[in-house]
């Protein structure tokens, strides 16, 4: 079954895969195939590839696991990766393997077993969901509302909209002359109380003790989260734009946008994405340090075309409002494959900045750099990157673009190695 080192500790790793075979049996009846690959040693436990009679796979999955006391979670934690894997695959049959053994589970195995829901989650998740609202553990709870949450036509989103009825209300767009004259109004009235169906959907009751914030308006900004943005749209006729104008204008204007972006990061629009950035645009240019953060989480939803097409257009607004260094922010929080024009306008912006700075601050950038490796595109990366090189004889300072680097490794690669292992590494030969 595994082959293991003898040495201090060697029973209880073999009580740990003693629970990860009973796991594998009772998930996936796994007992006549035995797990190969599965290596320990006195401090490690590695599953390196493990292959079930379901044709699952989890290659590369290493679980560090103390000898005294964590040992016996890596039955849990082998179980989160084989349901993961299952839901990009059959989300239905992950599921049922989780209906299979819920009772059985520990209270933090259900936890991450319901976040791990969010992978390939549907309508079709929408009724075990909902039992696991009714969970004696708090973590189970509100997983299982962030799920239903991101799920538009669930009854739980439906209850959020009724909660919200009479308490976001957009005054009808005047006609005729009044239509020039005047603006449209957002009435917002806040929840007088919060019954017991708003307390079973996840509704706090009480905000964290470091948020300066009413009780009533804490309510109303975790209601307003809840439904896709897009239905106010659609219900008051206006654009998006034009709505977060009217926020702007109420005397809750900080909550209304903060549970809008979060409504958007759950249901993702480009309309809302981009008038939400223009938001924090405004915002970063005012020293808000949480805008480029911001941005990157209202992109992350985005499909990998809109998100990297959305991300050119921040990046040349942010530059047009003389914000290199947010776009500087911006790019190294951004976590997706930049295209050829998004990783050619990122060197730009780079170079524009360090000569803006005369060099002054070249030796600041690597830990930003280091992190491009992963996103840009080489074969554009690579010149763009010697045309800052070759500025080095001005600023007397070094400049190193590193990425993915192995654990304890001081190995770095020349730019063309890199672009044919399609890993990037910029250094100064020099």
Known sequence: MAAWTSGP??????????????????????????????????????????????????????????????????????????????????????????????????????????????????????AFLEKALDDKRKGVRLAAAENLARLPESAFVQRALTRLQGLFVFDPRPSGMLARLSSRKLRIELPAALDKTALRDGIEPKPPADRKIGERS????????????????????????????????????????????????????????????????????????????????????LPVDARDAQLQAEISALRSQDSVGLCLQLLTSSDHAWSSATTALAFDVLLTHIRESNGATAGLMRSQLESWGRHVDVAVAAPAAHRILRQRARWNVPIRLEADRPAGSRAHHNIKDAAASGVATLHDDQ
């Open 218 to 301: 804490f309510w109303f900004m975790q209601m307003l989260s809840i439904p896709p943005p897009l239905v106010w749209l659609h219900r008051f006729d206006c654009s998006a734009a034009e709505l977060l104008a009217a926020v702007d204008r109420t005397d809750y204007a900080q909550e209304v946008f903060s549970a809008l972006c979060t409504a958007c990061v759950r249901h993702p629009d480009r309309e809302w994405v981009a008038a939400l950035s223009a938001v924090w645009r405004t915002r970063g240019r005012e020293q808000d340090r949480g805008a480029a953060a911001g941005i990157a989480a209202l992109l992350a939803g």
């Open 9 to 126: 500790g060697t029973g209880r790793q073999f009580t740990s895969l003693i629970l990860i075979w009973q796991f594998c049996e009772r998930h996936c009846g796994a007992a006549d195939r035995g797990l190969p690959h599965v290596q320990t040693h006195e401090r490690l436990l590695q599953f390196e590839v493990v292959e079930l009679h379901t044709c699952v796979f989890v290659e590369g999955i290493v679980t560090l696991a103390q000898t005294e006391g964590r040992l016996e979670g890596a039955a849990s934690l082998l179980g989160i990766a084989l349901l993961k894997r299952v839901r990009e695959s059959d989300p239905g049959r992950g599921r049922m393997w989780l209906e299979a053994t819920w009772s059985a589970d520990s209270a933090e195995a259900r936890e991450a077993f319901v976040q791990a829901l969010t992978i390939g989650l549907s309508s079709e998740d929408e």
